[in-house]
C-alpha cells in the first residue's frame, strides 16, 4: 500500500489515532464495488502528510448499514480534518433514456452521512456530509469536484520536458535521434579494398597535425559500402502461435523480438486487416481496421545484405525479401514508388476541393502523401500536422483538392470524405507503371447549404488558422472555431488572436464559404469552462483562474465564468458552455443570469458514442425551468485522435442573407440550430423553426410539427419528439432519413425538440442529433419543474460554497464582488420558484452566509 508523503508536516496539526473495523487488505474483499476493490492499492496507508496535515492510516471505518461510533483522545483543537471518501453510485435512468431529475455523476448535494462530534460536557455537533461539498467518491467523474474539499495529494509543479532527464518534447516529436552530437563520438569509416584477394598484414598511421586515436578495426565482406543503408521497406512478419507481440523498445531503442543487424527496425505494428476488395467499396466510411494478433507489420531501413535476428535465434536476410521470395515468418509488401498526382473532384463542377483522404496497401499499410506523416501522431499537444487517426488505427489526412503520394503497383484502397452533405467514396484502384494521375468524384446529395443551413465546429484548439482552414474546409465545416487558452503554465494559440480577423472570408482573401475565427475558452478547474466566440478587441484575460489544473499554480479564484460572458457579450461575442455540463458547478448560475447564448455536445475522439444522454438529461433542466439556451456542437479537438467537425452545429440563416462569420453569430444566438453527428434535420412546429417561441392562451391547443431527417454517413434507425424531456412521439425510419409530421396537444407551457437516432453496422444505437427547442409559452403557465429547479439550485450554492471555502481567496474586493454575482443569481431563480408557488428549504449557504463572507 502507498504511503503519500506530500511534503514534510506542519507542527500546527497532530494526527488522531481511532480504532477503524476493516483493514485495507480486508477491503479487497469487503461489502463495496468492485471498482473500489481494484483500486484499494492505491489507497494511502500507514503514516500520511496530506497537505502538510500528518494522518495515521492504520484500518478504515467502513460505514455503510449501521451507525459505528468511536471514542477518541481527548483534543483541544479549532480544526478537526477528515480523510474520507466515498464508494462510486451508479446513475438512475429513466425509461426514456434520460435521467431526471439530475443531481449530476457526482450528485451534487446528496447527503452520505451525519458527523455528530461529542464534547467531553456531554454536548454534540452535528454536521451533515454531502457528496461534492464535505466529501467526494473515491473516484471523480471529470468536471464534479468537491466544493468544500481536497484531494489528498496536494497540487505539485512539473518541468517541461526540456527540462526533465528524458527525451525532450520538441526532439521527441521527430521520432528519431542521430547519436553524432554526444560528449563522445567514435568515427566508423569504410574503405574499399581495391585488392580483396590479397590478405592485409599491417598497419601505419603517420601523424601530420593534431591527434588521432584508433579504437578498433574490422573487416568485412559486403558487396557494397556497408555504412550505407536502402531506403525503407515494409515487411509482415508472422508469429507462431506461442509467441506474444511485444511493442516495447529496449534500453538501446530497438524491439527485443525483432532486430536488425545492419539496419533498423523503425517501427513494428500489429498489421492493419482491412475489408478485402471486393467489400471496400460498401464498407462504412471511416470504420477503423481490425488488428491482426498473427501477423506484425514492420518497417525498417537496412543494408542489402542484413539480416533480422528473431526471438529464437534465426535469421532472414532482407535480400530474400527483396527478391519477393517469402521466407516462413517474413513476406516483403510490395515497395511504394510509383508517384502519381491524387485529385479529388467534384463531380458536377469537376472542380478540385478539399477533403479528408485515407490511402493504403495490401498489406493494410498506411500510404501518405508525400508531404504527410506516415504515421500520425495521436497525442495531446504533440503535434499539428493535418491528419486524423480514428482509435489509432485508421490514418487519414487532409488535402487541399490534390496531392502528391507514392503508390505500389497492385491494389490500392482510397478512402474520400468532405462532410455530412457529401456521400463519402471508398474505390479499390489497380495501379500500373502507365498511372500518372488518380482522379476521385464526390457528389453533393443533400442541399442543406442551399437551405440556408451552415456548419460549424465550435470548440477546436491547438492547430494554426489555415491548417484550421484546411482541415474545416475538407470535413465541409463552415465556420471553425479556434481558441486560445492557457493550461497552467502554457500558452496556447494567444498569438493568433487579434479580436477582428476572419480567416477564410472574402476580405481576407478567401472564398468566404469556410471560414476560421480565434476566440478564448476561458476556464477554472473546478466552477467550469466557457467558450468565448468571435468577440472583438482585447483578449479577455485572465484566460484561467483558481490554479491546477487549468490556471498556475497558486493563482486564487479571481473572476466567474458569469463575469467572462459579460464581457465577451459587451465585446461582441457569443457564449457557449463547452463539453456541456462539465465541470459541473457556475454554469447554473451563468444559465440563470442570461449570459449563455449555447450549451456544448461534444465528441472528442468518440465516433461513435452518439450525443451523450447525460448532457442532454442536464440540458433539459434548464429547458424545463424556461431558461433556453440553444444547442450547438463543438469537438474539443486537442489531437489528431479527434476530427474537427466530429460533432458539429448546423445554424440557419435568414432566407437570402449572405454567410458571414457575424451572420453565424446572430443565427446561433438566436437558436436556430442543431447537433448531429452525421444525420441532417429540419424542424418546425407551427412553422417556428428551433429557436422559435410560440404563445398561447391558457387553454392551450394543437400544433403541427414538421420534420425531415437525412444521412449519408450514419444510417438512421429512427426520429422522436422530445417534450419537457420526455420521448412523446417515435418513429422507425429507413436508414436515409425520411420525413413526416405530428398534431401535439399542448395545455401547459412546453418546450418541444426533435431527435434522431442512428447506428453503425455492429454498434449500438446512437443519439446522432439533436434540434435546439421551439418554447411554446401558455397564459398562467410558468415554465418551472421543481425537481429541476431544486437541482439547479443546490448547483448555484454549490459555487457558493467552493468560493467561501476552498477556493484560492483573491483579494476581498474581488472575492466580495464574485460572492455578489453568485447570491444574485441564487435569488433571482429563487424569486421565480417562489412566484411560481415552489418553496425551498434554507440552506447551510444561506444560514451561514455572513460567517463565510467573514472568514
Not at 155 to 172: I, K, S, T
Not at 307 to 327: A, N, P, Q, V
Not at 415 to 428: L, N
Not at 661 to 666: G, I, L, P, S, V
Amino acid at each position: 500500500m502507498p504511503t503519500t508523503v506530500d511534503g514534510p508536516a506542519s507542527p500546527l496539526f497532530e494526527p488522531i489515532p481511532f480504532r477503524g473495523n476493516i483493514s485495507l487488505k480486508r477491503l479487497t474483499r469487503g461489502p463495496v464495488s468492485q471498482a473500489m476493490r481494484n483500486a484499494v492499492e492505491h489507497a494511502p496507508s500507514g503514516d500520511c502528510v496530506c497537505w502538510g496535515i500528518p494522518f495515521r492510516v492504520r484500518a478504515a471505518c467502513l460505514v455503510r448499514n449501521r451507525p459505528v461510533s468511536r471514542q477518541l483522545p481527548e483534543v483541544r483543537a479549532r480544526w478537526l480534518v477528515f480523510m474520507h471518501t466515498t464508494d462510486i453510485e451508479p446513475l438512475e435512468w429513466g425509461r426514456d433514456g434520460f435521467i431526471s431529475p439530475t443531481r449530476g455523476r457526482g450528485r451534487l448535494g446528496e447527503e452520505v452521512a451525519v458527523y455528530t462530534i461529542a464534547y467531553a460536557d456531554g454536548s454534540n455537533v452535528r454536521v451533515p456530509i454531502r457528496r461534492r461539498r464535505q466529501i467526494g467518491m473515491f473516484e471523480r467523474p471529470w468536471g464534479e469536484n468537491c466544493l468544500e474539499a481536497v484531494a489528498h495529494a496536494k497540487p505539485r509543479p512539473v518541468r517541461p520536458p526540456h527540462e526533465q532527464l528524458a527525451a525532450g518534447w520538441g526532439q521527441a516529436q521527430t521520432r528519431v535521434r542521430n547519436p553524432d552530437a554526444g560528449p563522445w563520438v567514435n568515427w566508423l569509416w569504410a574503405w574499399e579494398n581495391p585488392h580483396p584477394q590479397k590478405p592485409i598484414s599491417a598497419l601505419r598511421i603517420e601523424p601530420r597535425t593534431g591527434t588521432l586515436l584508433l579504437w578498433g578495426i574490422s573487416a568485412g565482406r559486403t558487396r557494397s559500402v556497408p555504412l550505407r543503408w536502402t531506403p525503407r521497406r515494409k515487411a509482415v512478419l508472422t508469429l507462431p502461435r506461442d509467441i506474444t507481440f511485444d511493442p516495447r523498445l529496449d534500453a538501446d531503442g530497438t524491439l527485443s523480438q525483432l532486430r536488425l543487424d545492419l539496419g533498423q527496425v523503425i517501427s513494428a505494428v500489429p498489421r492493419p486487416v482491412y475489408p478485402a476488395a471486393e467489400t471496400w467499396p460498401e464498407s462504412p466510411n471511416n470504420s477503423p481496421p481490425e488488428l491482426s494478433e498473427a501477423e506484425i507489420l514492420v518497417e525498417y531501413t537496412a543494408h542489402p545484405e542484413a539480416r533480422f535476428h528473431l526471438w529464437d535465434g534465426r535469421t532472414i536476410r532482407t535480400e530474400l525479401l527483396e527478391k519477393r521470395r517469402r521466407t516462413a515468418r517474413l513476406r516483403q509488401t510490395p515497395p511504394a514508388k510509383h508517384r502519381v498526382l491524387l485529385r479529388v473532384v467534384e463531380k458536377d463542377t469537376r472542380r478540385a476541393v478539399p477533403v479528408k483522404l485515407h490511402v493504403h496497401g495490401p498489406a493494410g499499410e498506411y500510404l501518405a502523401p508525400v508531404d504527410r506523416h506516415r504515421r500520425p501522431n495521436p497525442a495531446w499537444f504533440e503535434d499539428y500536422s493535418v491528419d486524423f487517426t480514428h482509435v489509432g488505427r485508421h490514418h487519414c489526412t487532409y488535402i487541399p483538392g490534390e496531392t502528391v503520394i507514392d503508390l505500389p503497383l497492385g491494389k490500392v484502397f482510397i478512402e474520400a470524405s468532405k462532410g455530412f452533405e457529401i456521400r463519402p467514396v471508398r474505390k479499390v484502384i489497380r495501379i500500373d507503371e502507365t498511372n500518372r494521375e488518380i482522379v476521385v468524384e464526390l457528389d453533393n446529395v443533400l442541399p442543406w447549404r442551399e437551405k440556408g443551413w451552415v456548419s460549424a465546429d465550435t470548440h477546436v484548439h491547438f492547430l494554426t488558422p489555415p491548417s484550421a482552414l484546411l482541415e474545416g474546409s475538407g470535413e465541409g465545416v463552415n465556420v471553425v472555431n479556434l481558441l486560445a487558452s492557457q493550461w497552467g503554465e502554457l500558452m496556447t494559440n494567444v498569438g493568433d488572436f487579434d479580436g477582428r480577423t476572419t480567416f477564410g472570408a472574402r476580405e481576407t482573401g478567401g472564398d468566404g464559404e469556410h471560414l476560421v475565427r480565434v476566440g478564448t475558452e476561458n476556464r477554472q478547474h473546478v466552477l467550469g469552462h466557457i467558450s468565448l466566440l468571435g468577440y472583438e478587441g482585447r483578449i479577455i484575460a485572465p484566460m484561467t483562474t483558481g490554479g491546477p489544473d487549468e490556471s498556475a499554480l497558486g493563482d486564487p479564484v479571481e473572476i466567474l465564468l458569469t463575469e467572462w460572458a459579460e464581457q465577451c457579450r459587451r465585446q461582441n461575442g457569443v457564449v457557449v458552455l463547452p463539453h456541456f455540463p462539465n465541470p459541473r458547478t457556475e454554469g447554473a448560475a451563468a444559465i440563470v443570469n442570461g449570459v449563455i447564448d449555447a450549451v456544448e455536445m461534444t465528441s472528442w475522439g468518440n465516433l461513435y458514442g452518439g450525443i451523450d444522454p447525460y448532457s442532454l438529461s442536464d440540458w433539459y433542466r434548464y429547458l424545463n425551468c424556461g431558461c433556453f439556451v440553444a444547442a450547438v456542437g463543438g469537438t474539443d479537438k486537442m489531437s489528431a485522435a479527434t476530427a474537427v467537425g466530429t460533432v458539429r452545429t448546423y445554424a440557419r440563416l435568414p432566407a437570402h442573407s449572405t454567410f458571414t462569420y457575424e451572420a453565424w453569430k446572430d443565427a446561433v444566438r438566436s437558436g436556430h440550430t442543431f447537433v448531429t453527428y452525421g444525420p441532417l434535420l429540419e424542424f418546425t412546429v407551427d412553422g417556428h423553426v428551433p429557436g422559435g417561441r410560440v404563445r398561447m392562451s391558457a387553454s392551450g391547443g394543437t400544433v403541427d410539427v414538421s420534420w425531415t431527417a437525412a444521412s449519408v454517413t450514419i444510417p438512421v434507425t429512427r426520429v422522436e419528439l422530445v417534450v419537457n424531456g420526455e420521448i412523446r412521439e417515435s418513429l422507425e425510419l429507413p436508414p436515409d432519413g425520411g420525413s413526416g409530421s405530428w398534431s401535439f396537444r399542448v395545455d401547459k407551457s412546453s418546450w418541444l425538440a426533435l431527435l434522431v437516432r442512428g447506428r453503425y453496422a455492429g454498434k449500438p444505437e446512437l443519439i446522432a442529433a439533436h434540434s435546439s427547442p421551439v418554447m411554446i409559452e401558455l397564459e398562467n403557465s410558468p415554465f418551472m419543474s421543481a425537481a429541476d429547479a431544486v437541482t439547479i439550485l443546490e448547483q448555484i450554492e454549490g459555487a457558493i460554497a467552493y468560493l467561501d471555502t476552498i477556493g484560492a481567496r483573491a483579494e476581498t474586493t474581488a472575492y466580495k464582488r464574485m460572492r455578489l454575482v453568485l447570491t444574485s443569481a441564487r435569488r433571482r431563480f429563487h424569486n421565480r420558484m417562489h412566484q411560481a408557488g415552489m418553496f425551498h428549504r434554507h440552506t447551510v449557504t444561506e444560514d451561514h452566509a455572513e460567517h463565510h463572507a467573514l472568514h
